[in-house]
């Protein structure tokens, strides 16, 4: 508990303000309360408020930004809620100033005091889908997973991430795995694949949809306010691959006959992958609003990666680096913005 500030500025002592703090050291997303007790002469004034410090900006605090004014009620008592925002940033111990002024200048201070402000917020990534989510013909660099864990730290951003698999950098990647299986949970619809394969590659055998329950859920993800929740979701390649396309469509005659490139009946195959995509996408906002998780999805990578493959079909390391750069770009504009 902070101890009352002396009064300092050009006011007589006998009519200047005291402030009081709940805390000297409050964590990023957490309240602060400031009290204020002055004489009766200044009952009913309205008083003029600023926080500064070294990397404090004016969207720092939630709501009321860094700057304000307080009005004191007839007995010349006030007080200010503030909450420093969550931003995700390893800042280490932050020293705020705060002042009390008559006027919306800095040169008539009657009060001041100080608080600390201290790092919390963190964010929770999954990287969900297929090989490419693995890392395949990358394994060194974890595929996207080290470059993008690299970009972070170089901003000083707190990341976590989280998955079923993989070591420090885990991850829910699931080489060979399809979106879903041939019958889709949410809207019933049926499917078929003209490439089933050996008995080894079946392409129904597994879906990712499968695992959506035990994916997104407190067991990985955060129900913290001040955490963020990151799903990076890369899924639907293997779907294209073994030309999975809706049965109504007929599965001899849609898709890409003979894997040859040749895009007989295309738009049938995309639009069947699609509904497939959305279907998952529903699953997993189900399964999140069911343990009341905030999760954002973010970003498409088909021009992040271009021609940058290793094998026409997995990224190459520098395609690899380009998705990194391009999930950061999305976090950054969707869920740090």
């Known amino acids: 508990m902070a101890a009352y500030a002396p009064v300092q500025g050009s006011r007589p002592a006998s009519v200047s303000p005291r402030v009081k703090f709940s805390r000297s050291v409050v964590p990023e997303g957490g309240r602060l309360t400031i009290r204020i007790r002055a004489p009766r002469q200044l009952g009913g004034e309205r008083l003029h408020w ?74 929770k990534i999954m990287p969900m889908g297929d090989s490419i989510t693995f890392g395949f013909a990358a394994e060194a660099q974890s595929g996207s997973r080290g470059p993008l864990r690299n970009q972070l730290s170089a901003r000083s951003y707190q990341a976590n991430f989280v998955g079923a698999f993989g070591s420090s950098l ?20 049926a499917y078929a694949a003209l490439r089933q394969g050996s008995e080894q590659r079946r392409p129904f055998r597994n879906g990712i949809n499968q695992d959506v329950g035990r994916a997104i859920s407190r067991t990985y993800f955060s ?35 003979g894997n040859d490139a040749r895009g007989e009946q295309q738009n049938k195959l995309a639009a069947s992958n699609r509904a497939r995509l959305e279907g998952l996408l529903r699953q997993i ?53």
């Open 50 to 123: 600023r926080i500064s410090g070294q990397g404090v900006r004016g969207n720092d605090f939630s709501g009321s930004g860094v700057k304000g004014t307080v009005r004191l009620d007839r007995r010349g008592g006030g007080q200010l809620q503030l909450q420093p925002q969550a931003d995700y940033r390893q800042e280490g111990r932050e020293t705020a100033r705060f002042e009390l002024s008559a006027d919306r200048g800095s040169s008539n201070t009657l009060a001041r005091g100080r608080f600390a402000i201290t790092d919390r917020g963190r964010l």
């Open 223 to 257: 129900g913290k306010g001040s955490d963020r929740n990151v799903l990076l979701l890369m899924i639907g390649t293997n779907d294209f691959l073994n030309q999975v396309v809706a049965r109504r469509y007929g599965a001899v005659t849609s898709g890409d006959r």
């Open 285 to 337: 906002n189900r399964s999140a609003r069911g343990d009341n998780l905030e999760l954002d999805v973010v970003v498409d990578q088909f021009r992040a990666i271009g021609s940058r493959l290793s094998d026409g079909i997995h990224p190459s390391a520098a395609g690899y680096n380009a998705m990194a750069s391009t999930w950061l770009k999305g976090i950054e504009a969707s869920v740090l913005a």
């Open 170 to 189: 885990r991850h829910w990647g699931r080489c060979g795995w399809l979106i879903a299986g041939e019958r889709d949970p949410i809207t019933g619809e």
